[in-house]
């Protein structure tokens, strides 16, 4: 009999306790109207571990369990499953926890002990080269079929992947190329990152080394034409610290925050590295670039939740998230290149708390004017979830806010266009909602124009799905296997 999951574990309970059940709806209950024109699938992905863990527990290395809603002509059908990891398979027939989950080899079974594994799949999931990919930053990308979710294996881009790769891929909307990185690559603490990008096929272009200004936690980075832009934040790794018994991760401001720009079309020895004052940014909204200048849009905290090397924690309230903007100048009113830029602006844009920034993927490293957050909750405030949807005008300045209920948490919103050409912010916002009241979610559709005024339909489980990280979107018309 399986062992139960600790009540008082914050991240193994409430709205994050694992389901132990995988299964099929084909025809969810549907309060309100599904739009018909929405055909196509919505992925969520998160940790969920199958049983539970071996000493301390943090989420970010659970069993990755993916929920798919499949959108057919006004019918939603839905499915969840386990990535079925080499991780995943070990643990299933010994029919208990093997892997330590603490990120310390210490708390592993000795009959694993050393053993290296394809990850856990758990943090991201992306649609490129008709392929849908589970991602997490620590090993390489597993190919699932959109459909079934079965596993298909790990995916190497045709043994071009030397290892790792990030879990926040960008896609050109123009072009199709899709961009990531790899930090650590092949376990080089020394602070370099491998620069990649694969054609709209998903054939592997480019692969360089950045040397980077320390070794750093480097989740999201940003595109634009012409640059990519990387923010090394000082949440440093230490493989000597750990030998030592001091934190492997460690929290030094001293270190300052940089931005490096690098030019999407030429050589990685020209990239430029940017100081900036101390903080700590998980994810990044978008970037652009406009009147010679490049503009990010992050969600900053100043300072993360891990302790100094002197294991002083930050205050919570520096823990709080909030859209902010970095104006990157080039001297002068020269035209701005990776290697002719001077200094960074910083401003607030909204001073409502928020994290999990998605745009229209249309617009991705293109001026744009709509932004979507899970907001009112999250570190610093008291509450792990997030209460409530925003949507940021960067137009007028303003965050509009939804708040399905009290006792309600919402994921992190996910844009889908009305159609292929609608014009920006004409679509539709996808977010689960978890309702503490009846331990169960449901899926929301909203009107992307105006999500303030709730759902246009909520498609009902009769089970929770457990709070995770991040979705995406996958259209049938993408697929041509759909068509």
């Known amino acids: 009999m399986a062992t139960p999951f600790p009540s008082d574990h914050p991240y193994l309970s409430k709205g994050f306790e694992p389901i132990r059940l995988e299964c099929d709806y084909a025809d969810l209950a549907i309060e309100g109207e599904a739009p018909k024109e929405l055909r196509g699938s919505l992925y969520r ?51 208990r926890a093997l892997f330590a989950t603490s990120a310390s080899p210490r708390d592993a079974d000795p009959q694993v002990a050393g053993l290296e594994t394809d990850g856990v799949a758990n943090t991201h999931l992306v649609w490129h080269g008709g392929r849908l990919l589970a991602l997490e930053e620590g090993h390489g990308p597993i190919e699932i079929e959109p459909v079934s979710l079965d596993t298909l294996g790990t995916w190497t881009f045709a043994g071009a992947l030397a290892a790792n790769m990030t879990a926040h891929p960008k896609i050109d909307p123009e072009s199709g190329e899709m961009i990531f990185f790899a930090n650590f690559p092949g376990r080089d603490f020394s602070g ?23 070794p750093s936690v480097v989740h999201d980075f940003a595109i634009t034409p012409n640059f990519v832009i990387f923010l090394i934040c000082p949440l440093t790794v230490s493989l000597e610290r750990a030998r030592l018994g001091r934190p492997a991760v460690a929290w ?22 940017l100081e900036l004052p101390p903080c700590m940014v998980w994810h990044i909204m978008n970037a652009f670039e406009n009147g010679g200048a490049i ?13 100094t090397l002197e294991g002083v924690t930050p205050d919570a309230a520096r823990l709080r998230q909030y859209l902010t903007r970095w104006r990157i100048e080039p001297p002068g009113r020269r035209k701005a290149t990776a290697d002719a830029l001077s200094h960074a602006v910083t401003e607030r844009l909204s001073d409502v708390v928020c994290e999990y920034p998605r745009i229209d993927e249309r617009y991705c490293g293109r001026p744009y004017r709509y932004g979507y957050v899970a907001c009112c909750g999250g570190p610093g405030t008291g509450d792990l979830f997030h209460r409530a949807i925003g949507r940021f005008d960067h137009a007028t300045r303003r965050m509009e806010v939804y708040r399905p209920g009290r006792h309600c948490a919402v994921s992190e919103p996910v844009f889908v266009p009305r ?28 009107d992307a124009r105006r999500p303030e005024q709730g759902p246009l339909c909520r498609a009902l489980l009769d089970h929770r799905v457990p709070m995770g990280f991040h979705g995406s979107w996958r259209s049938d018309a993408d697929d041509p296997t759909m068509v």
């Not at 001293?254 to 999407?264: A, N, T």
């Open 45 to 95: 992905i998160g940790p969920n571990p199958q049983f539970a863990p071996r000493g301390p527990y943090n989420p970010l290395l659970g069993d990755g369990m993916i929920h798919a809603f499949h959108f057919r002509g006004g019918r939603i059908s839905y499915r969840n499953r386990w990535v079925r990891t080499q991780q995943w398979h070990r643990e299933r027939a010994a029919g």
């Open 295 to 307: 503009y990010l849009d992050v969600c900053a905290q100043d300072a993360p939740a891990f302790a």
């Open 252 to 273: 030094e401001p001293e270190k300052q925050s940089h931005l490096g720009i690098v030019r999407r079309h030429g050589r990685t020895e020209s990239v430029q590295w």
């Open 419 to 446: 159609c292929a050409d609608s014009e920006e912010g004409d679509g539709y916002l996808l977010a689960v909602v978890y309702d503490e009241s009846r331990n169960a979610s449901c899926l929301g559709v909203f």
């Open 192 to 214: 370099a990152i491998e620069l990649y990008a694969a054609d709209r096929e998903g054939r592997l272009t480019r692969r360089e080394r950045i040397q980077g200004p320390l």
